[in-house]
């Protein structure tokens, strides 16, 4: 060992020896134990403090997935088709051959969500059927579509009625990934009140 790191060892040690000795005799070693004491108290405070804030973040946390779900991240076994480019092409290709208009697509977690409006008097829950209908003729056989809806007037109150559905198409139950359909059905009803608002605001664009 070089004889830098023998001595620095030594100077440690020697300090070592002199805080014991010190904590050990004389007025000013029992000053140094009731602070050492004292301190520890409060070293000891702060970890149950620590501990209370950690406990009650899990246990807030807890209470928003249960309302919320879990975010999803991209799997890695999602189909080529599911991806957020691939998936925004079929579906305007869907959306164009129903009449409908994509209003918006949110592809910021797993899976992608569609809001689709489709024209003055079509029935919504059929215009969907059509929209769904083209798309698991396609890559998307076999997949389940998660739906919510709402009839909004264009501009929000005075127009015709027109439907609007948001949707995601996801692998069956049992091959899709735990949770998805809690945490859509947050990102639908979340989605629905949106569109509800903006209408409410002038009109959903």
Same mark, same amino acid.
């Given at each position: 060992m ?10 440690i040690?020697?300090?070592a020896?002199?805080?014991?000795l ?18 520890m108290?409060d070293h000891?405070?702060?970890n149950?403090?620590v501990?209370q804030?950690?406990?009650e973040t899990?246990?807030?946390r807890?209470q928003?997935v249960?309302? *919320?779900?879990?975010v +999803? !991240?991209w799997? %890695?076994?999602a189909?080529? /088709?599911?991806?957020p480019?691939?998936?925004?092409g ?5 959306v164009?051959a129903a009449?409908a *208009?994509?209003?918006? +697509? !949110?592809?910021? %977690?797993?899976?992608?969500l /569609?809001?689709v409006r489709?024209?003055?008097?079509v029935?919504?829950d059929k215009?969907l ?8 003729k ?6 389940d ?7 909004l007037a264009?501009p929000?109150p005075?127009?015709?009625?027109r439907a ?8 069956v ?12 059905s947050?990102r639908i009803n979340?989605?629905?009140r ?12």
């Amino acid at each position: 060992m070089p004889k830098w790191a023998i001595d620095a060892i030594a100077a440690i040690a020697g300090i070592a020896v002199g805080v014991g000795l010190a904590m050990t005799a004389g007025p000013a070693g029992e000053d140094c134990r009731e602070e050492f004491a004292a301190r520890m108290t409060d070293h000891t405070a702060l970890n149950e403090q620590v501990a209370q804030v950690e406990a009650e973040t899990e246990r807030l946390r807890g209470q928003l997935v249960a309302r *919320e779900g879990e975010v +999803l !991240d991209w799997p %890695e076994n999602a189909g080529e /088709a599911e991806a957020p480019e691939q998936f925004e092409g079929h579906l305007a290709s869907a959306v164009e051959a129903a009449g409908a *208009e994509k209003m918006n +697509l !949110d592809c910021s %977690e797993y899976p992608c969500l /569609a809001t689709v409006r489709f024209g003055e008097g079509v029935d919504g829950d059929k215009g969907l059927d059509k929209v769904t209908g083209s798309l698991k003729k396609g890559p998307f056989a076999g997949y389940d579509v998660l739906s919510g809806g709402t009839a909004l007037a264009d501009p929000f109150p005075n127009g015709p009625e027109r439907a609007i559905r948001i949707f995601a198409v996801v692998p069956v139950e049992g091959q899709r990934p735990k949770g998805t359909s809690q945490r859509l059905s947050f990102r639908i009803n979340s989605a629905v009140r949106d569109v509800l608002q903006k209408g409410m605001n002038g009109g959903a664009q």
